[in-house]
């Protein structure tokens, strides 16, 4: 009886779009509750299904203070509808009304209803007997196979003593023995299973199940109807994607990380055309090239740069330091060294210039005011991959790695398909920043120069990538005994590419996005989260064409691992929904 209900609800579904599957699940369980608390009374069904399509919208004068909480206390929330509010749609209501006036009239039937759980689990044994997937029909131990199904179902495990018994054999110690361990085991279940708390995890588990089947519904599109491909993709379609990606689940660290003490350490540093944060460069006015993206996102959120005009001024470009050109590149491992100075293939800002020496001038390459030998971006990032090759096992430690050098090294390995050869020379890395912190709390700066004046009396040449690295072996060499910290903060590989990969979605992504920053539909922090989970506009729109407001909640709130997607926050779902609405 179920089904055919549910199956009705589910066509009403493309009528009334405020019957959602959850609205549908809270009307099956209602409805499931009537018929079990009412067996044998057709009267009460009759009452209680006139009350079951007033009483989500609301309407209490139809319901039994046996079971409505509400006639008690009107202000309590409904457990299992959106925001815990009664239903709005007075159409829904009638159609409602007019599906269970069916039911109503066969009350009679309905109350004589039994579960046919019992018959499930019945066919199951006899296809534990005798499976489908072999034909017995053919054979005369169907007939047993069948009987033995019957004996388990009534007498327990123990039919295999018994027709020993009957057959004048002795039945084995370890057959009695197994067959009593199964019987116990049996009774567990069971007592288990008709607990509260195994009924509520049964209950979890089954809307899991739903958000998850509703979830891939949104992100995949009609899969399987008449005309799929061709009512789905018509010219005039405004959606030219047809599937939503997935999220990626960060990588899970393991917790019995490696012994850096016994691996190789590669201290390691960079400098780059700018530094960690946007920065203006006035350029020359034969620029052309026009570009507007969005400036007020946050330090990495433009891939590459932005370029502003002005009738009256040249026009100006926005640099972000993660994507920033290496202009040198420095490592140490042990008294071997490795140091190159790159060739930039755009400009060094003011910024840049004035705290490293470097400026790029006329196709070369000067350190206060004296060209420096340079080579191409390939060639340097070749060399710095054949001196990893020299050992194995490398853990790269350098300081503030995590949030500069790492995306700029890896944005300029990309670019020049060497990523996967530097992915396997190394295992990791250890941000020094974070391991001072740990090692030595309540310090008032953590800048490189500062802890190497502090801790080790050393004073040098800043922002010089070869003496960065010099200085920083020896201040880790010198203050940091305990590994212990080291492993704490040291991070895999694949770790780091995840945030890297994220990190080029949301470049990607949040330029689509603009309308809805400037419309403070969402603020910046929300619109990076959507852009690095490998959402842009298009994608949300979709969502909210397939399934309106739950569509959009069921992508934000989809399981990435041990958080949410995007969120589970209504008020931000509520401002996205109501934003595309009227687009």
């Known amino acids: 009886m179920k089904k055919p209900i549910r199956n009705r609800l589910y066509e009403l579904k493309n009528k009334h779009s405020t019957l959602s599957p959850k609205v549908i699940s809270y009307i099956m369980k209602c409805f499931n509750y009537l018929i079990a608390q009412d067996k044998g009374q057709p009267k009460k069904i009759e009452e209680n299904l006139n009350a079951l399509s007033k009483h989500p919208f609301g309407d209490h004068s139809s319901c039994s ?5 509400f006639i008690a206390d009107p202000s309590i929330k409904y457990k299992s509808l959106p925001y815990g509010k009664p239903l709005q749609d007075k159409a829904l209501q009638e159609s409602l009304t007019t599906l269970f006036q069916k039911y109503i009239l066969n009350s009679e039937k309905l109350a004589n209803l039994g579960s046919t759980q019992s018959n499930e689990s019945f066919n199951k044994s006899v296809a534990a007997k005798a499976p489908k997937n072999r ?3 053919g054979s005369r131990s169907l007939a047993y196979r069948v009987a033995a199904a019957v004996a388990q179902k009534n007498t327990g495990h123990r039919y295999t003593v018994d027709v020993n018994v009957s057959s004048g054999l002795s039945p ?3 057959t009695r023995k197994l067959a009593t361990l199964r019987d116990i085991q049996a009774r567990k279940r069971k007592a288990v299973a008709i607990t509260t708390e195994a009924k509520l995890r049964r209950i ?34 405004d959606e030219k994607i047809l599937e939503i990606p997935a999220p990626k689940n960060k990588p899970v660290e393991n917790d019995s990380k490696p012994d850096i003490s016994t691996m190789t350490h590669i201290y390691f540093d960079i400098e780059a055309t700018g530094l960690g944060k946007k920065e203006l460069i006035e350029t020359k006015p034969s620029l052309k090239k026009r570009q507007y993206l969005i400036l007020h996102l946050g330090p990495f959120c433009i891939e590459n740069f932005t370029i502003f005009y002005s009738k009256n001024t040249p026009p100006l470009v926005v640099q972000h330091g993660r994507t920033s050109h290496i202009t040198q590149i420095s490592a140490r491992r042990g008294l071997e060294t490795f140091s190159k100075y790159i060739l930039p293939a755009r400009e060094i800002t003011p910024k840049a210039a004035e705290v490293t020496g470097l400026t790029f001038q006329n196709g070369s390459l000067y350190l206060l005011d004296k060209i420096v030998p340079a080579v191409g971006v390939k060639e340097g990032l070749t060399g710095f991959i054949s001196f990893l090759e020299k050992s194995t096992n490398n853990v790269i430690f350098g300081h503030n790695i995590y949030n500069y050098d790492c995306p700029v090294l890896y944005n300029a390995l990309d670019n020049c398909s060497l990523l996967d050869d530097f992915q396997s020379k190394i295992v990791g890395f250890v941000d020094t920043l974070k391991l001072f912190k740990l090692s030595f709390p309540n310090l008032g700066s953590y800048s490189q120069c500062k802890l190497c004046d502090t801790l080790i009396n050393l004073s040098y040449d800043a922002h010089n990538a070869e003496d960065d690295v010099n200085a920083l072996f020896r201040l880790v060499n010198e203050k940091i005994d305990n590994f212990t910290d080291v492993q704490k903060v040291f991070q895999s590989e694949l770790s780091v590419f995840y945030n890297y990969v994220s990190l080029k979605q949301m470049n990607k992504n949040v330029p689509s996005l603009k309308q809805m920053l400037d419309d403070k539909v969402v603020t910046k922090r929300t619109a990076n989260c959507i852009a690095r989970s490998g959402l842009n506009l298009s994608h949300l729109r979709l969502a909210y064409s397939r399934n309106g407001r739950t569509g959009i909640k069921d992508i934000f709130s989809e399981p990435c691992g041990s958080k949410a997607r995007v969120t589970k926050s209504a008020k931000i779902i509520d401002s996205v929904s109501d934003f595309l609405k009227e687009l």
């Open 135 to 137: 034909f017995y029909g």
């Open 65 to 69: 203070t046996d079971w409505c909480r």
């Open 172 to 174: 084995g110690l370890y």
């Open 204 to 237: 979890a588990l089954k809307a899991s199940r739903n958000q998850s089947s509703s979830t891939f519904e949104v992100r995949e599109g009609v899969c399987y109807q008449s005309n799929t491909m061709i009512d789905t993709a018509t010219e005039d379609s």
